[in-house]
């Protein structure tokens, strides 16, 4: 396959295989940047979505990857991630040589590097390129991505890069540097979101006029951007999934795998992923990760808005 800086004029082909809120802004940043977009999901529905908004569709992820210079994966985990490149019609059974596969799910470093082997072992490149800034970001294109792989892998890369991201970090020549990027990342934000939901529905312990809780704090060094951001879900009411607890589950999951392998000791993820455990056993697991404060206002009888009065 001749290269793309060989034929500069030439439409790139890109995949996206995961149309959910990210993927489909994903999908719809690049396809706003004049590249020729198909996606796949499980769901006929998040097909039919892309679809209507100009997408292309496709049966299968190899369907979508036959004639693809990059292939986006914008799926949750390692497990999903190897499915779709090395399951029954995975897009390894159809990827061109030369062409790059860009995993975006947040995995353990290690299984970063085994996948990107078997995928450059098959004559394809891998980079590994975990995402950061939300659904609206995503299809802003203005995404954060701490991205890691082979020169080649960044060069067949670029087109899709500069279509998702606001910001692109080359942070390595190999994969795994950025999923451990990655997961400092998440022990910061899950332990933010914990400290925040805690520290809300104390003060609505306290009977503090919670609006003004918002406007105090943001103003003031106690302030976070996870604070700024999640809070307002908790004052709306609102627990409708941006980002769910099962998320923080996983990884914080990961961080601790981690930690306990270098025999590093990480007491705030163990103590936030119990909350995120906790939730996710209250039945709260598929809600917004700000679902902390709701599984805090249970536990102590504090009134939040939306949930007990």
């Not at 999901?41 to 496709?58: C, E, K, L, P, T």
Request: proline share 3%; net charge negative; with cysteine.
């Amino acid at each position: 396959m001749p290269s793309l800086t060989e034929n500069p004029g030439r439409t790139v082909v890109a995949a996206v295989i995961g149309l959910g809120s990210m993927g489909l802004g994903m999908a719809r940043s690049m396809k706003r940047a004049g590249l020729d977009v198909v996606g796949y999901d499980i769901s006929s529905a998040a097909i039919d979505r892309f679809v209507a908004v100009g997408g292309r569709g496709a049966a299968t992820p190899a369907n979508a990857a036959k004639n693809a210079d990059i292939v986006v994966s914008v799926v949750v985990n390692s497990a999903q991630t190897e499915a779709v490149l090395f399951g029954t019609h995975g897009v390894a059974e159809a990827m061109k040589s030369k062409a790059v596969f860009i995993s975006s799910a947040t995995m353990d470093p290690a299984v970063a590097c085994d996948l990107s082997q078997r995928a450059e072992a098959l004559g394809f490149h891998y980079l590994d390129a975990p995402i950061s800034g939300g659904a609206t970001k995503a299809v802003n294109g203005d995404l954060t991505i701490m991205a890691s792989g082979s020169k080649q892998a960044f060069d067949a890369a670029r087109p899709a890069l500069d279509a998702m991201a606001g910001k692109v970090y080359e942070l390595g020549d190999a994969a795994g540097t950025g999923a451990a990027f990655k997961m400092i990342n998440q022990l910061l934000a899950g332990v933010h979101i914990a400290a925040a939901c805690e520290a809300i529905t104390f003060a609505a312990k306290q009977g503090l006029d919670l609006d003004k809780v918002y406007e105090v704090i943001t103003a003031s060094a106690g302030n976070s951007w996870m604070f700024e951001n999640r809070v307002r879900h908790v004052l709306a009411g609102d627990y409708t999934p941006l980002s769910a607890i099962e998320i923080f589950v996983k990884d914080l999951g990961i961080v601790q795998d981690m930690a306990r392998s270098e025999r590093y000791p990480v007491p705030l993820v163990a103590a936030a992923l119990q909350m995120y455990l906790a939730a996710s056993g209250a039945g709260m697991g598929r809600d917004d990760d700000s679902s902390l404060a709701r599984l805090y206002a249970q536990l102590s009888g504090a009134k939040l808005p939306g949930v007990n009065g």
